[in-house]
């Protein structure tokens, strides 16, 4: 599905932070299809519907798309909290009882980072976190989360810089990720 969608490319990248990686990952590329969005949600529902979540809570922008595809499909409400002045937030009525058992859900968790920033948004309103999913893992389980943590798609993607690129050492083309052939 990635693949298909070009959401994830292999060959030599140089990406916006200078370094050089053999892959890229753009998961908003295979979330921009409903059906493999629809797909992946249900295939989250699957692994996280015995934590019994009454609410999918994810961060804006990159969590909106498959939060509410995951709440689809364990039959929930799908709501985000987004940035205001730096920090996490809940706005636009969203609301969480105290009690209410809350999942986060991501588009690509790193460090793990903004799980545990909208962790914290769920817990400072009362809700209790049950549990966090994202489509992708790139933390290579290092995520470090004290909740129960599922992912579809486990994937480190290495990153070079130019001076030591095994790539560039074999004399490959480097290309900008996204720029159309
Ligand atoms: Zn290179």
New binding site residues.
């Given amino acids: 599905m990635f693949r298909q969608s070009g959401a994830l490319l292999e060959g030599?990248?140089?990406l916006s932070s200078g370094l050089?990686?053999p892959g890229y990952l753009q998961c908003a590329l295979v979330l921009q299809h409903p059906k493999h969005a629809e797909a992946l949600g249900a295939a989250l529902g699957a692994l996280v519907r015995p934590l019994d979540a009454v609410t999918v809570l994810s961060p804006a922008l990159g969590g909106i798309v498959i939060g509410q595809e995951v709440g689809r499909a364990l039959g929930v409400r799908a709501i985000f909290a987004e940035r205001q002045d730096g920090a996490l937030t809940l706005r636009r009525g969203f609301a969480l009882d105290p009690g209410e058992k809350v999942l986060v859900v991501e588009d690509v968790v790193t460090t793990g980072g903004s799980t545990r920033e909208t962790m914290e948004v769920a817990g400072a309103a009362g809700a209790v976190v049950v549990g966090a999913c994202a489509v992708v893992d790139r933390s290579g389980g290092t995520q470090g989360l004290d909740v129960p943590f599922h992912a579809l798609l486990p994937m480190e993607v290495r990153t070079?810089s130019?001076e030591a690129?095994?790539?560039?050492?074999r004399g490959?083309p480097?290309s900008k990720p996204g720029s159309r052939k």
Avoid: D, E, G, T
């Avoid at 690129?165 to 050492?169: G, N």
């Fill in positions: 030599h990248f140089r050089h990686s070079y130019p690129c095994p790539l560039c050492a490959v480097v």
